[in-house]
Nanobody, 122 residues
Framework: QVQLVESGGGLVQAGGSLRLSCAAS????????MGWFRQAPGKEREFVGA????????VYADSVKGRFTIARDNAEKMVYLQMNSLKPEDTAVYYC???????????????WGQGTQVTVSS
């Protein structure tokens, strides 16, 4: 089992950057694919990106490709989401999640963090 805790959210101006972190517990962190999702008010939770077990494969949503980067540190049991060139439409609660196989839908993930708010002002 994996427990996930996100941090690093906040308020930033459009064009700015933020780095989100996700701390994981559990002895088998490197066995999990890690994903990031976001949910804006009144909208469904959507896929942002995912990274494979040792980071060799990454997948991103078209809306963030070229602006967001996912990284992981298996020794520290951490996953990061570097967000650059932020836009007001990136405003959402951001969640990290864990699963055993690469997936891009919420149904594909077994474990979730509590989320961290990101607000981008125009």
């Amino acid at each position: 089992q994996v427990q996930l805790v996100e941090s690093g959210g906040g308020l930033v101006q459009a064009g700015g950057s933020l780095r989100l972190s996700c701390a994981a517990s559990g002895r088998t962190f490197s066995s999990y694919v890690m994903g990031w999702f976001r949910q804006a008010p009144g909208k469904e939770r959507e896929f942002v990106g995912a990274i494979s077990w040792i980071g060799g494969s990454k997948v991103y949503a078209d809306s963030v490709k070229g602006r967001f980067t996912i990284a992981r540190d298996n020794a520290e049991k951490m996953v990061y989401l570097q967000m650059n060139s932020l836009k007001p439409e990136d405003t959402a609660v951001y969640y990290c999640a864990a699963t055993t196989n690469m997936a891009t839908t919420t149904a594909g993930y077994m474990y979730w963090g509590q989320g961290t708010q990101v607000t981008v002002s125009s």
